[in-house]
């Protein structure tokens, strides 16, 4: 099992890499984000064991990076940092786990033990509706090439509305889906985003893409618009 850990801390690197190795593991080090972006691209790995806070490219830029050229090695991010957006900052940026330190090292052997026997994701599929698409790993949304900003809400909209390209959704699906399975609060929430969406990806591009289906709820034009 070959494993990556990239981290500044020389001694804590060195550690995990003597423990690893007792474990049965083969471990390369590197302690800098330009030389771990060469080593996970030019060499086969296992697992990634990937710090945040790194010279020459954070761990946040190499995993993004990594995920471009797409490859799919799993990664464990390992940080000081521990709120909840670093972490989900982390994941959104294709992260397959998080641990923080200080941490326990049967932890790290037990969830890298995990990943690895998970594998490697298989590609993540751009959902695309004609000239409208949405990278489900990157966060990227794009109508005819041009980056489109959205909130997480409606991204989370938009994203659930592309997966069900097609089909007509009820409200009462797209709270379930983007918002909560025991939202309680207004239905017409949905009515909202769903015009903040067309103000966004449709009406700058002369499009109709989010159709209205009068007493049953909204579709997604499979051709974009």
Known sequence: MRVLIV????????T?????????????????????????TEKRFDAIVLDIMLPRGNGYQVLTELRRREIWTPVLMLTAKDGDYDQTDAFDLGADDYLTKPFSFIVLVARLRALIRRGAPERPVVLACGDLTLDPVRRRVERAGQEISLTPREYGLLEFLMRHKGDVVTKSEILEGVWDPAFDGDPNVVEVYVRYLRRKIDAPFDRKAIETVRGMGYRLSTTGG
């Open 7 to 14: 981290d500044d801390e020389r001694p804590l690197a060195e």
């Open 16 to 40: 995990i890499r003597r423990g690893l190795t007792d474990e049965g593991f083969v471990v390369e080090m590197a302690h800098n984000g330009q030389d771990a972006l060469w080593a996970a």
